[in-house]
């Protein structure tokens, strides 16, 4: 039997008509002969309400509790209660699953705390449904921004035997029960999940062009705050015949094409973490895709930080990478708004960043938004063979793992450049959620990886 979205349903101008809704109730209430179940799909924040004589379903009725799913079909009329503008005269209802009494979601406010205890049922509720109905908006947006604009997309390997970053924060990967056993490595040498598709979107750029990747990454960091997750999604373009004023300009675009498409792909759900999680988290999406993103270097930014007469927990100085509290500051106070900073330090960057004729500095840049700081960190690669193996070498790696990202530069070398956006980052700043855990269905942690 064909159903009918809630969310369609609601976008009508008028009533009339047969329409069939299967969902989950969220209240079933029963008074004079009428019984009342407000029923949800996800299609949408919003409930649409069933009303049923009792007698006249009273098979059915009788079995239906919170959290049961269901299936209804009645007449689409015009409701008399506020806050509703239509209801479904009910003429069949048919439970699908039982909910015991002990569902865990029932009407009340629970903390995300217990929530992320059940994350197998909190997309039930109005806020994480809310979530991953941006979630969604938000990787279309991705594919649809870089389809416009001439980037093909690759699939990156999730098994490496590189360590893009060069900081050994990476979970190996071995064949269950044989290298625990002391025979060989299943690939040959020791591999790991990846923390970055970077280096083998740099790969392909060398041969078509602009690419991007938008999948899984993974860092084995014991960080187990608000701000860190184990397993998380990364979108990683590469520009061929790039550099970093071109992709600064990309990075900007891109952000406004995301915040843009969400305010209006998801209007009702927006509105909702503006009343509820974060008051201004609408008015703060507006403003930065219809301004423009200001620019400073690292030095001048260290500057202003330096003679701001601000107490910071960690004192700026040149040399030292900003601190968080340091990047909300310059977005916050100093610019009032999105700002990009450009030519950090080499030493505190990594090594496939492009030297700059200092010596001192690479051509790197980080964007730093309001509330958050930094969300997309970029730079153009060293393209010259020499310094990249120089580069490699001062960091203490050896050469010799890399000779195909060096090859390269070997072989036809150009210059490019890229960057790279968090996706749960994106989202959190994006609702305004506290703890990026509650920007993912499932939360991998320390010591956390269930469902």
């Not at 409930?47 to 007698?55: K, L």
């Not at 947006?141 to 980037?151: I, K, L, M, Y």
């Not at 675009?253 to 209007?267: G, I, S, W």
């Not at 070498?393 to 968090?422: E, K, N, V």
Request: hydrophobic content about 40%; charged content about 25%; proline content about 4%.
């Amino acid at each position: 039997m064909k159903r009918n979205r809630i969310r369609d349903i609601l976008s009508q101008t008028q009533a009339g008509g047969i329409v069939t809704v299967a969902g989950w109730a969220r209240t079933v209430r029963s008074g004079k002969g009428v019984t009342f179940i407000e029923i949800n799909d996800g299609s949408c924040l919003a409930n649409i309400q069933a009303v049923a004589e009792t007698a006249a379903h009273d098979a059915s009725l009788g079995k239906i509790s919170t959290g049961a799913s269901l299936r209804v079909s009645g007449r689409l009329v015009d409701s008399p209660g506020a806050g509703q503008r239509f209801e479904i005269a009910a003429d069949e209802i048919a439970l699908i699953g039982a909910a015991p009494p002990d569902y865990p979601l029932q009407k009340k406010r629970h903390s995300f705390e217990f929530l992320r205890e059940i994350a197998h049922l909190r997309p039930r509720t109005n806020t994480f449904g809310a979530v991953l109905r941006v979630r969604s908006a938000m990787a279309q947006a991705v594919h649809e921004f870089f389809r416009n604009h001439g980037f093909l997309y690759i699939h990156t390997p999730i098994i490496t035997t590189s360590d893009c970053e060069g900081a050994g924060e990476m979970f190996s990967v071995s064949a269950s029960g044989g290298e625990a056993a002391g025979t060989a490595h299943f690939f040959g040498k020791p591999a790991g999940l990846t923390v970055s598709g970077q280096l083998e979107a740099e790969l392909v750029c060398m041969a078509l062009g602009d690419v991007y990747t938008f999948g899984p990454t993974f860092r084995a960091e014991n960080s187990n705050t608000s701000r860190h997750l184990s397993e998380f999604w990364m979108v990683e373009p590469e520009m061929a015949f790039a550099g970093l004023d071109e992709d600064a300009r990309l990075a900007e675009d891109f952000l406004k094409h995301l915040f843009r498409a969400v305010l209006a792909e998801c209007p009702e759900d927006m509105a909702f973490f503006d009343k509820w999680v974060f008051n201004g988290a609408i008015e703060r999406l507006e403003k930065i895709a219809s301004s423009g993103f200001s620019r400073v270097t690292y030095t001048e930014a260290v500057g202003l930080l330096e003679k701001s007469g601000e107490k910071f927990e960690f004192a700026p100085a040149w040399g030292a990478d900003l601190q968080s509290e340091h990047e909300r500051y310059l977005a916050e106070r100093v610019f009032g708004g999105p700002v990009i900073v450009t030519d950090y330090p080499k030493d505190i960057k990594a090594f496939y960043m492009k030297l700059n004729d200092d010596g001192r500095t690479v051509r790197a840049m980080d964007v730093l938004v309001p509330g958050v700081g930094e969300i997309i960190g970029g730079s153009q690669r060293e393209d010259d063979l020499e310094k990249l193996e120089g580069r490699l070498r001062s960091i203490g790696l050896d050469t010799a793992p890399y000779w195909w990202y060096l090859d390269t530069r070997r072989y036809g070398s150009a210059p490019h450049a890229g960057f790279g956006l968090g996706f749960e980052r994106a989202v959190q700043f994006v609702t305004g959620m506290q703890n990026i855990r509650d920007t993912i269905p499932f939360p991998r942690v320390p010591r956390h990886a269930d469902f």
